[in-house]
């Protein structure tokens, strides 16, 4: 199994992006890109070889939902198999439909705690890679 060690986080709070992309580094010691907009994580996925191996993203941001902006991500050349991992300040029950399918590997509800984040992003990657 591969090991996770790139992560784009996306989220147009930069208070919940700081944070995440310090837990991640800090404590997670992952590598992580950080976009605010859809615009900026579209300009990003024009590079092929930038396809990281996760994209934690928020679901609901200004002008485009996650799953759509992850639709157009995925239709960029190298990132077709990129994983992905919706975050949501509504309840994961009633998006449930919405935050699932092919390439989601789990939902990460906000406010999450900062110490666990890296750990439950393994145990995610982890669990797809098993099964």
Not at 20 to 48: F, S
Not at 64 to 84: H, K, V
Request: proline share 5%.
């Amino acid at each position: 199994m591969k090991t996770l060690q790139t992560i784009l986080y996306i989220d147009d709070h930069p208070d919940i992006l700081e944070i995440g992309k310090l837990a991640l580094v800090k404590l997670g010691r992952l590598q992580v890109e950080t976009c605010d907009t859809v615009q900026a994580a579209l300009a990003l996925a024009e590079n092929p070889a930038g396809a990281p191996d996760l994209i934690v993203m928020d679901y609901s941001m200004p002008g485009m939902d996650g799953r759509t902006l992850l639709d157009l991500l995925r239709a960029r050349a190298g990132w077709q198999d990129t994983l992905a991992v919706f975050s949501t300040a509504h309840g994961v029950e009633e998006q449930r439909g919405r935050l699932e399918g092919p390439g989601i590997i789990g939902q990460v509800r906000k406010p999450f705690d900062p110490l666990q984040l890296a750990d439950r992003l393994r145990a995610f990657w982890a669990a797809h890679h098993a099964g």
